[in-house]
């Protein structure tokens, strides 16, 4: 007989053990959308980001993809929003429509080809001529 340790026994040391792996994964569960709405649902890094007067077009560049996103500056109303990626040789991938936020993301395969990256917030326009070539 042990005194003076209470409920210290392996059944109370396995639900300690428990609860604490449970919490770990809730919490890396619950940060994951966070970094997921940070990249716009993109993979891969940042390697470029276009200036709109009201938003950006960011790409993102992985080991096999390249992506980009057109991100609105004040997310709110809708408004029209385009973003279109094509790789060198092949056909544009598009997403166009009234978004609150942002329009993509729209991947493409882009194993050592350079890609062509347009995108728009209402009026204004970008485009980035052939790049990650």
Known sequence: MQLGRKGCG???????VFTAGLLLCAGGLLAAPAAQAA?????????????????????YKSRTQACAVTVAHDPGRRR???????????????DAGAFTRYAGPV?????????????????????SGWILC
């Open 39 to 59: 990249t716009g649902g993109c993979g891969g890094a940042l390697v470029k980001a276009l200036p709109l007067p009201t938003g950006e077009v960011r790409i």
């Open 10 to 16: 392996r059944g109370a040391a396995s639900a300690r």
């Open 80 to 94: 029209a929003m385009a973003v279109s990626i094509q790789p060198r040789g092949g056909v544009p991938v598009r």
């Open 107 to 127: 991947t493409v395969g882009a194993i050592s080809r350079c890609v062509y990256v347009k995108g728009s917030i209402e009026a204004g326009s970008v485009d």
